[in-house]
């Protein structure tokens, strides 16, 4: 799905479910609507997605091997989870929503319908993530600035892309390929040549505000914000 915001958003999507034919028709679905699609066939194996890329929408699955649906949706943070259950009860819906579920689909479903409730959780997210803040930065991405300390600093789409990624990833080094692979569609132009250059220039304009440094290398795997 795309959405004209100012920088252009491909949203991925990642898609829990053990029932082979229910996760390709979903991913062909969802490819064919400009989505870009992850798989994950166990609650095991999607902690494992997880770890390497977040999503900005899970479609959640409750009865899978190992880990359920139940004990995986704890465990997912800041990421609005539509959850696709065979089970209709009252009761596992108003429990699921309650513990962090932004919505609940009874199999069988419609899939326009699925598709509507998707889009209506990923603009709320877009507009949410149309500003971020991590300690005393504030990231605006329509305007390619950020204030730091009550100052305001003009960014590069490119380097906006990377701060932002960095910014949603705050805990988490992320690896040179991941950048590129993540800001891709806001930023074509940034090669694995000019990466390095592009966030020397982000830390030093951060840094020219109060002399601290917010972006740390990770030696052997790539980069993060600074703890």
Do not use: W
């Amino acid at each position: 799905m795309l959405i004209n915001s100012g920088v252009k958003t491909v949203f991925r999507i990642l898609v829990v479910d053990d029932d082979i034919h229910i996760s390709e028709l979903l991913t062909e679905t969802l490819t064919k609507a400009g989505y870009t699609v992850d798989k994950a066939f166990s609650g095991t194996e999607a902690l494992l997605v997880l770890s390497k890329n977040k999503p900005d929408l899970i479609l959640l699955d409750l009865m899978l091997p190992g880990l359920c649906g139940e004990e995986l949706l704890p465990k997912i943070k800041d990421i609005p989870v539509i959850v696709v259950s065979a089970k209709a009860d009252v009761s596992d819906k108003v429990g699921l929503l309650l513990g962090g579920a932004a919505d609940y689909v009874t199999k069988p479903f419609d899939i326009h319908e699925l598709l509507a409730r998707i889009a209506v959780q990923l603009r709320k997210r877009n507009a949410d993530d149309r500003v971020l803040k991590y300690r005393n930065i504030t990231l605006y991405l329509d305007k390619l600035t950020v204030m730091l300390d009550n100052t305001e600093i003009r960014l590069t789409r490119t380097e906006c892309a990377i701060l932002k990624l960095l910014m949603q990833n705050p805990d988490m080094p992320i690896g040179k390929t991941t950048i590129l692979e993540n800001i891709c569609y806001d930023t074509p132009d940034c090669t694995e040549r000019s990466l390095k250059q592009h966030i020397s220039n982000i830390r030093h304009k951060l840094q020219a505000v109060d002399g601290k440094d917010y972006i740390e290398a990770v030696y052997g795997i790539g980069f993060k914000m600074k703890s």
